[in-house]
């Protein structure tokens, strides 16, 4: 059984829906969140299990991973400042739950543990080519992900060294698709937006702002074959869309697809504001390891991850 903690979050509830219709069993964790969204529910009962756990309690973990009989684990739970959480709060869940889950599956004898970091390790480097998984990071970060993802690879490259375990890092871009809620992702803000046909009011924004912005299905499917590809010759993977997209894009995409929608987009009378922080980067990752070990490419464009978008707002079809 393949256990994700954070199951039921955005990135979390993707991957259980992906690995569920693979035929794995999978037991998807929640905390906070205990909602099973409509796209699980065919396999709740069945393939797919729901439980509440305490990722800050090594004791809860253990007990889970030996209760399952857990053979993999997929470590996406994390908290944010989102809804103002506490420093310590935030501290506890992403640096003390990711200690507990490695211990836990070392007690196990789990194979294989892959780890849900971010792009936001490169933080405050300012280079305009791809990045590299063997860049050298700077330790400053101004946001409590960036900050506790950099640790949390500490975390997992010390454990794999000092008990041999098979501890994997995917440094996940900026996502969007079904169940994302975020706030700093505006290209998920705007897709939501119009598959609602909401009018999109942004224009005090920057249409030439650009990320790595990879769809939640390609996300899922790249945290899968980490997960389950037999020999992986590194710890360290770029998950991405691999190049940049602008607001700009989106906006064409949506113009072209449901041209009914009301955008305004960088047309105000106000000065142009971003998403970034002095920070955070302004290039893509490059993810020719990831491609050259597992296969990955990228499905998912700004049209076609609209299109799925709609179909799973409109009609319920998560495909």
């Known amino acids: 059984m393949i256990l994700i903690t954070g199951g039921l979050g955005f990135l979390g509830a993707n991957l259980a829906q992906l690995l569920c219709a693979q035929g794995e069993r999978v037991l998807a964790t929640s905390n906070r ?33 030996n209760d399952f009989k857990i053979t993999g684990i997929v470590h996406a739970a994390v908290r944010s400042e989102k809804g103002d959480t506490p420093l310590y709060d935030a501290m506890n869940a992403n640096i003390t739950g990711t200690i ?47 900050g506790t993802k950099k640790a949390g690879e500490v975390l997992c490259l010390l454990y794999a060294a000092q008990t041999g375990m098979e501890v994997i890092a995917a440094r996940a871009t900026r996502m969007y698709g079904p169940l994302y809620q975020g706030v700093r992702n505006l290209a998920g803000h705007m897709v939501d937006k119009a598959a609602r046909g909401q009018p999109i009011a ?61 955008i305004h987009l960088g047309d105000g009378p106000g000065p142009l504001t971003s998403t970034r922080t002095p920070m955070d980067i302004h290039a893509c990752v490059d993810i020719s390891r990831l491609t050259e070990e597992t296969g990955f490419v990228p499905e998912y464009d700004p049209e076609r991850g609209l299109e799925h978008y709609v179909k799973w707002v409109r009609d319920g079809v998560y495909e």
């Open 202 to 262: 942004l224009a005090n924004q920057d249409s030439s702002e650009a990320h790595d912005i990879i769809y939640a299905k390609d996300a899922a499917r790249a945290l899968a074959l980490l997960l389950q590809t037999k020999t992986l010759r590194h710890r360290i993977y770029n998950v991405g869309y691999g190049k940049l997209a602008s607001l700009a894009e989106f906006a064409a995409a949506i113009r072209k697809i449901l041209p009914k929608v009301e």
């Open 33 to 65: 969140n205990v909602h099973v969204p409509d796209f699980l529910q065919p396999f709740a009962g069945k393939n797919l299990t729901v439980a509440p756990l305490d990722i800050t309690s090594l004791e809860k973990v253990t007990g889970a991973v």
């Open 100 to 146: 507990n889950v490695l211990e836990a599956a070392r007690r196990a004898g789990v194979k294989r543990v892959v780890f849900v970091s971010s792009e936001a390790v490169y933080q405050g480097m300012p280079d305009t080519t791809p990045f590299k998984e063997e860049e050298k990071l700077f330790v400053t970060s101004d946001r409590y992900i960036p």
